[in-house]
């Protein structure tokens, strides 16, 4: 094994260690029942708590605010070839009728929240919940 790939190891060892301390979990949560729609006093907590979240906020003070998220998915970095994984999203849906398709196909209200590899919000995103 050349030098580079085992810095690499070590490094990729060190950010997940350091991931999973900030409360990242590193694995991935897919809702696979359809229609999903959320108990109201879950989309009550979902509605009062993501105007509360604000980038540099840690994933526990988010899961505090919100309880658990529905999804949790990986965020790669914007590049056409080979990504690399730049965080986390934890998806909080308050209603997704189908699995696939557009927006208003699948009459989606949610809430996605991005973290980097720290564990720290970098994007709060809403949408549907009108």
Avoid at 14 to 38: C, F, K, N, Q, W
Avoid at 91 to 118: I, M, P, T
Wanted: proline share 5%; with cysteine; aromatic share 6%.
């Amino acid at each position: 094994m050349s030098a580079s790939r085992l810095v690499q190891g070590v490094l990729a060892l060190l950010l997940s260690a350091a991931g999973m301390a900030s409360g990242m979990s590193g694995d991935e949560r897919v809702i696979t029942a359809y229609p999903h729609v959320a108990a109201p006093e879950r989309a009550a907590t979902i509605r009062a708590g993501y105007v509360r979240i604000k980038p540099g906020m840690s994933s526990a003070e988010v899961r505090n605010l919100m309880g658990e998220p529905d999804e949790i998915r990986p965020l790669y970095a914007p590049m056409a070839k080979k990504p690399d994984a730049i965080g986390q999203t934890c998806w909080y849906v308050l209603q997704r009728l189908a699995e696939h398709g557009s927006q208003n196909e699948r009459q989606e209200s949610a809430v996605r929240v991005s973290f980097d590899l720290q564990g720290v919000v970098t994007a709060v995103d809403a949408w549907g919940l009108e």
